[in-house]
């Protein structure tokens, strides 16, 4: 029987995944960093100034228009309510 080369992919093992993804701070920084590559950029105005962080992690505002955003923010992941 053939080897099913799907399932048999090499990829990420658990505790790779684990020490890679295993905090919700790791994860805002993975998603920050695929989002914004470059640094930061209002996703209203197009300004790249920088953000304020209003709280801990999230909301995000801009520092040039004040819009307010966050990391996941029309993601799939916006509305979950998991960490
Ligand atoms: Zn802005």
Known sequence: ????????????????????????????????????PAGFVCPECG????????RTREPMQCRHCRHQTSVSAGTIVAYTKLP
């Open 1 to 36: 029987m053939a080897k099913n080369l799907i399932q048999f992919q090499k990829g990420l093992s658990f505790p790779d995944f684990l020490a890679q993804y295993g905090t919700e701070a790791q994860c805002g920084d993975a998603l920050f960093g695929w989002r914004w």
């Open 47 to 54: 300004h790249a100034e920088g953000f304020t962080a209003l």
